[in-house]
């Protein structure tokens, strides 16, 4: 079983950054195709990106193509997610999982307890 702790959540102004992390324990990721989720109040949660297990691929959402970066150091079983040029709509509550098949199969079998990210206007 795999546990995921998100950390680096916050409030940032519009066109800030954040970077969160997400360290993992109990497996190694490296097993692991990992991706992150967010969930807006009121809204469904959705797939924000996602890499594979070796980060020779990457899955990003149309909404954060070329603001947001996701990575992983499968030495420190730490995956991250760079957040540039934040809009308020980027708020959110921001979810790390981890699921065994490959990036764009399958359902996520592990989930973090979630990091708040805030972005005023």
């Known amino acids: 079983q795999v546990q995921l702790v998100e950390s680096g959540g916050g409030l940032v102004q519009t066109g800030g950054s954040l970077r969160v992390s997400c360290a993992a324990s109990g497996r190694t990721i490296s097993m692991y195709t990992m991706g992150w989720f967010r969930q807006a109040p009121g809204k469904e949660r959705e797939l924000v990106a996602a890499?594979?297990?070796?980060?020779?691929?990457?899955y990003y959402a149309d909404f954060v193509k070329g603001r947001f970066t996701i990575s992983r150091d499968n030495a420190k079983n730490t995956v991250y997610l760079q957040m540039n040029s934040l809009k308020p709509e980027d708020t959110a509550v921001y979810y790390c999982?981890?699921?065994?098949?490959?990036?764009?199969?399958?359902?996520?079998?592990?989930w973090g307890q979630g990091t708040q990210v805030t972005v005023s206007t």
């Open positions: 890499v594979t297990r070796s980060a020779d691929s990457t």
């Open positions: 999982a981890s699921k065994r098949s490959p990036i764009l199969r399958g359902s996520y079998d592990y």
